[in-house]
């Protein structure tokens, strides 16, 4: 079942083009995780407001904060992971301060081939791994990132400076990573072109050059059926124009205001047809995928604002469709 893959692993990466929902998604999984009773954090990489605004918390911080009983976030920096690295690894803390404020990180941080990545996956190794504070974390990976080579980089790391105690750090990171036991890609989708493309091929990516496994593909923002009752919906298809509209109402005796009525069949007509196209572009990725089990659809939710309440549902959601 793959709710349980997502409840045994030790950090979920959520991986997904920017404006899929990504940040969305992280945050409807952790919520979802920690309803089992696991201690969860979800951390954001670079970015500071977006998940904490899904939980009416305050920025987040690369100290993890709480946002509701037994899941935290927290804030990821290259810049940070590496002043926090010197601290634990050699005791330097006089040394890490000023070294950070200088240019000589910016240097540092963007000269070897993958650094700020492998600084960021090496604090969460290190949050996961070493302090073991938690039971599950959840990384929501950067809008312009892309997860395969995000995940590529200590290795590229190594390729460039194989010797010394980064490296050996480095080593260890790669082999946590590509334990599939311990380690699962979660992607998210939505029911267009692209972003399907890019899943199909990220998938292949990611299971045959890293040897990682996808645990779940959430396909987000599916517009659901215009009417709960499906008999409803197929009556609307048979329509032909707003007239035939007022003649459906009156015989389900229900009340249309008549100048109402051409802007209704207009919306109607408008979203049914969007909603095929995205059940079309769905097919085609679930046409790709081995498993099907593994896939999760999220609705679009038409609602005034994103915040917790809305994470709730979605967490239901998901739940409903990966414990079955
Ligand atoms: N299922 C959904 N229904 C409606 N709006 C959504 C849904 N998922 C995400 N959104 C909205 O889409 C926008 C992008 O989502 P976000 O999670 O920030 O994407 P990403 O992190 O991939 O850039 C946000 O405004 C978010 O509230
Ligand atoms: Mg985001």
Redesign the pocket.
């Known amino acids: 079942m793959p709710l349980d893959a997502l409840l045994d692993r030790q950090l979920l990466i959520i991986s997904?083009?920017?404006?899929?929902?990504?940040?969305?998604?992280?945050?409807a999984v952790s919520v979802l995780v920690s309803r089992y009773n696991k201690r969860v954090l979800v951390c954001e990489v670079e970015g500071k407001r977006?998940l904490s605004s899904?939980f009416g918390s305050d920025e987040l911080t690369p100290t993890p904060r709480e946002l509701r009983p037994n899941l935290y976030g927290m804030n990821i920096s290259a810049e940070e992971s590496l002043k926090e690295y010197f601290d634990v690894q050699f005791h330097m803390k006089r040394l890490a301060k000023p070294l950070v404020a200088s240019q000589l990180v910016y240097y540092v941080t963007h000269a070897a081939p993958g650094l700020r990545d492998l600084l960021m996956l090496g604090k969460v190794w290190h949050e996961a791994v070493r302090k073991k504070s938690f039971d599950v974390i959840v990384l929501?990976t950067p809008?312009a990132g892309h997860a395969v080579s995000m995940l590529r980089s200590p290795a590229g790391f190594l390729q460039a400076v194989p010797l010394g105690p980064m490296a050996r750090n480095a080593r260890e990171v790669v082999e946590w990573l590509q334990d599939p036991q311990k380690v699962s890609i979660l992607l998210?989708s939505m029911a267009e072109e692209m972003p399907v493309n890019e899943s199909i091929e990220t998938t292949q990516l990611l299971e045959e050059r890293l040897g990682m496994d996808v645990t779940a593909t959430f396909i987000?923002?599916?517009y659901p059926p215009l009417y709960e009752d499906r008999h409803a919906e197929e009556t609307f298809r048979t329509l032909e124009n707003p007239e035939q509209l007022v003649e459906e109402a009156k015989r389900a005796k229900a009340k249309l205001n008549a100048k109402s009525t051409a802007a209704l069949f207009e919306a109607g007509s408008f979203y049914l047809a969007r909603r095929d196209l995205q059940q079309e572009h769905r097919q085609v990725l679930v046409a790709a995928m081995k498993d099907t089990s593994r896939i999760v659809d999220?609705?679009?939710?038409?609602?005034e604002s994103?915040g917790k309440q809305?994470i709730d549902d979605?967490a239901t959601v998901m739940r409903d469709q990966l414990a079955s």
């Open positions: 997904g083009k920017g404006g899929v929902g990504k940040t969305t998604v992280a945050a977006a899904l929501d809008a998210v987000n923002m599916l999220l609705p679009f939710m038409f609602r994103f809305e979605l």
